[in-house]
């Protein structure tokens, strides 16, 4: 099995500002801060609030959503959002984010994974993604509740967490300009070629 672990590469796709319209204009990012896929997990032990690792990892998981926050700030970000999207949603270290940063924390919530989105978002960041259920080489694989899911899919076709936030993100226009995960998820992330369609 290869549980080799991505670190995430922050490369947003957000243009610099031109002009002073634009330098006036808002520009919104929602960041979406799962914790399996963060630099390190490997079981249990580091995900939910009795594991005894679980306080180191949620400093990681901070750490990465900051990263994040920092990357969509210095791409022209004006306004930020970020939405804590693991287990009791109530992991983020809340105090280590700049005051102007807007935390979605807890359940229920609309939207789930990714609360707080609308089509006022001009792109989305996943962090802390990871591989589907489906999909056994994956680092703590699942796809929203292992305990009651062994499959999840759509027309067909299995889908991760990333799949189903990214696929929300495109109902209201906003695309997701960067995301990381471990290797299994983020190729379960990479554009897949349609068969049909390559030529003869």
């Known amino acids: 099995m290869n549980h080799t672990l991505v670190l995430p590469v922050l490369c947003l796709g957000l243009a610099a500002p031109a002009s002073a319209a ?19 997990v490997v079981s249990g032990d580091q995900l939910g609030p009795t594991a005894f690792e679980y306080g180191r990892f949620r400093e990681f998981m901070t750490r990465e959503a900051l990263a994040a926050v920092a990357a969509a700030r210095e791409s022209g970000a004006t306004e930020v959002v970020v939405a804590d999207a693991h287990g009791n949603g109530q992991n983020l270290l809340i105090e280590q984010f700049p005051s102007e940063v807007r935390i979605v924390r807890s359940w229920p919530r609309p939207l ?13 960041i996943l962090i802390g993604y990871h591989a589907s259920t489906d999909n056994p080489r994956g680092v703590r694989a699942h796809t929203f509740r292992s305990a ?12 991760s967490e990333g799949f189903m936030s990214a696929a929300l ?10 995301a990381s995960g471990d290797d299994v998820a983020m190729a379960e992330c990479a554009p897949r070629s349609d068969p049909s369609r390559r030529r003869r």
């Not at 634009?22 to 390190?40: N, P, Q, W």
């Open 169 to 178: 993100a495109g109902q209201f226009g906003v695309p997701v300009v960067m």
């Open 112 to 124: 789930g994974m990714m609360a707080g989105l609308d089509a006022s978002f001009d792109a989305a």
């Open 22 to 40: 634009e330098l006036e204009r808002k520009l919104k990012v929602l960041v979406s801060v799962d914790m399996e896929g963060v630099a390190g």
């Open 148 to 159: 009651l899911f062994t499959h999840v899919g759509v027309n067909g076709k299995a889908v």
